[in-house]
């Protein structure tokens, strides 16, 4: 047996250096086939296939040796650098970050991985994990700086080191040094497009360093224009420190069509640094706009220095701007009136202003989103973008020229919530603390996030299917388990089943208790005695705690529940979410519940078959964890 395994091994080796891939792949197929424990046989297979490009087969080989050694880092490192090799960049940062989650002292989960965020621009994610890696792999310091580098070069997006502003026809402009215009990219442009859209602005559109081009509010824009299939081509007019005169000049320049837009952000006039703000030059600009018969917006956006309750980190920002200009920063009082004063100006001249000032006001929950007193992180840009896009762009596109209804209904009940559910003796600053405790996702306005809240009295194949029918629509699912205890099974035992049930499902599941705030006798009391009530009932006071406070600071856009035949309070409960929840911007989706032989499985029906001690029929509805726990407790009473 061992002089056949060396002479097989010699003969693949030989095959391997004369690169003769396709008898190198037989030889090591052959030493599999014998010896289907050497873990190297299949990656030197792998390696002769891919050669001759059999990439199937190579695959295959890599997962093979992945299931028999589930433990062992580099056959996990094998298979994430073989969709690297294929330039599957998705499959290949999903392996990593499986890597880096069961193999945290493995460098590769973070250097690689951030490598092929690189390839698909997502350069904020990059950087965050090459900043953990500095710090956990200080060796590689040298190489880990140099892929730094490369994002902040890749960053720049248009600010070559060549590139320079001059005075051209009418305007200014950002020029190469072939004369040449450079505008900053818009991604996802579509390449059929009927008319343009045009965005002016100044740094703050551009986003200079502290954004990918993916990442700028005229991509974002670009990005919902398309979802919502609407052939319009974004073009980022910005240049840093822009003022009104030069978005005006250019303006004149544009070759535009009808149909067409133009979207103004605010940005100082030269005379404005002599304190002499006018609002000729936007009411000249949409006068032009409307005989030529294209859509003109302008906003005014938010600044940190004229934000109401920034934040110590916000704070610090401000202070250090003021000493960097001193006199320029008042306060945020001063700088917010002056700010409304220019757009009641604006107002009074007849001038169409989407006023943004206030969408950074504290309290949110968005956490950090001003890069430094007037620049944002990819986090702000979305906001604003998306902000742009309900109040400017999406009621022209329906032909309604004003604010949608349940925007504004959204943000009056949030008010309302907030201001007074957190004034009960009984919620205080307790829900603050309970949100605190959550685990949070990073960069999570990148995902669709998910949730589902369930009692689990006990844990059944009902709930496991619910659990995988919704993790395969979203890319990160919250589940709520009930803490309160006044179920048959207590609320630790629940957890923990519910945790071991859907392990297998990976870190894209996270199981949390419900705290006092779902479904609890706080917020829902009649949920408690739901066998005993066939009365109306009003659970919107755990749908608003929700709503308002645990969905927003999770990011989470969707609630996920079981169709109920049965229950008269949980029936009313779901249909008050349904009503209530995607007008404040949750989706409910309900999910057709799970049969055992016609019946809907039922944690009811697992309770009555253990009073009776039918475990041969519980172990049909109920996963192998609940079935041992029930059997256990059995054995103790």
């Avoid at 950002?174 to 390449?191: A, E, F, L, Q, Y």
Wanted: glycine content about 4%.
């Amino acid at each position: 047996m061992d002089n056949n395994y060396k002479s097989l091994y010699l003969l693949a080796q030989d095959s391997m250096k004369s690169e003769n891939w396709t008898n190198a792949a037989k030889f090591w197929d052959r030493i599999i086939e014998l010896f289907p424990e050497d873990k190297n046989a299949y990656n030197q297979s792998h390696i002769a296939h891919f050669r001759i490009k059999d990439f199937k087969i190579a695959r295959l080989k890599l997962e093979k040796v992945k299931d028999i050694f589930p433990e062992d880092p580099e056959t996990w490192i094998w298979l994430a650098n073989f969709f690297m090799k294929r330039k599957k960049w998705n499959k290949a940062i999903a392996h990593w970050n499986i890597v880096r989650n069961k193999f945290p002292n493995k460098k590769d989960g973070f250097i690689e991985c951030s490598l092929a965020l690189i390839e698909q621009k997502k350069y904020h994610l990059a950087e965050k994990l090459l900043l953990v890696a500095k710090k956990k792999f200080p060796v590689h310091a040298a190489r880990i700086n140099d892929i730094l580098n490369t994002i902040r070069k890749n960053r720049q997006g248009g600010m070559a080191n060549d590139a320079y502003i001059c005075f051209a026809g009418f305007s200014l402009k950002r020029m190469d040094k072939n004369g040449n215009i450079v505008n900053r990219p818009t991604t996802h442009s579509p390449d059929d497009s009927i008319n343009k859209m045009y965005v002016f602005g100044n740094s703050r559109i551009h986003g200079l360093n502290f954004v990918s081009d993916e990442y700028t509010i005229p991509s974002i824009i670009q990005k919902k224009l398309n979802k919502d299939a609407v052939r319009i081509k974004v073009i980022n007019h910005s240049i840093p420190s822009q003022p009104i005169e030069n978005i005006f000049a250019a303006v004149a320049e544009l070759d535009l069509n009808p149909g067409d837009w133009i979207i103004i952000q605010h940005s100082e006039t030269l005379m404005e640094k002599f304190n002499m703000f006018s609002p000729d030059y936007y009411k000249a600009i949409q006068e032009f706009c409307q005989k030529q018969n294209v859509h003109c917006k302008i906003y005014f956006p938010p600044l940190l220095p004229s934000i109401f309750s920034p934040s110590s980190v916000e704070q610090k920002k401000i202070d250090k701007k003021s000493k960097q200009i001193p006199g320029n920063i008042l306060g945020t009082e001063h700088n917010r009136k002056a700010v409304q004063h220019k757009i009641n100006i604006c107002s009074a001249s007849g001038v169409s202003i989407i006023n943004l000032i206030d969408l950074f006001d504290r309290p949110h929950n968005m956490g950090e989103v001003f890069a430094d007193a007037g620049h944002m992180y990819a986090r702000g840009n979305i906001e604003i973008a998306d902000a742009i896009y309900k109040y400017a762009i999406k009621p022209e596109l329906e032909g309604k020229r004003q604010y949608a209804y349940d925007d504004l209904l959204k943000r009056a009940v949030s008010t309302l919530g907030k201001r007074y559910l957190k004034k009960r003796k009984d919620t205080s600053n307790q829900i603050d603390m309970y949100i605190n405790s959550l685990p949070k996702i990073h960069d999570k306005y990148d995902y669709t996030i998910g949730s589902i809240v369930m009692n689990c009295n006990p844990f059944t194949l009902g709930h496991l299917h619910l659990i995988k029918t919704t993790a395969a629509q979203v890319d990160y699912l919250y589940i709520f388990i009930v803490q309160e205890d006044l179920s048959t099974f207590p609320f630790e035992d629940r957890l923990r089943l519910v945790r071991e049930a859907t392990k297998e499902l990976g870190e894209k599941v996270i199981v949390v208790p419900g705290g006092k705030f779902i479904i609890s006798s706080i917020t829902f009391k009649e949920y408690f005695t739901k066998d005993k009530i066939t009365k109306q009932i009003d659970p919107s006071n755990d749908v608003m705690h929700f709503a308002l406070f645990i969905a927003p600071a999770l990011n989470i856009t969707h609630r996920f529940v079981g169709e109920e035949p049965n229950c008269n309070v949980t029936r009313q409960y779901n249909e008050t979410m349904q009503r209530m929840l995607p007008r404040l911007g949750i989706d409910v989706h309900v999910i057709p519940r799970k049969e055992e032989n016609g019946v809907v499985i039922s944690a009811s029906t697992v309770r009555r078959y253990l009073e009776e001690g039918n475990f041969e029929r519980i172990s049909r509805i109920v996963p192998p964890c609940t079935y041992n726990y029930l059997k256990e407790k059995t054995i103790e009473q």
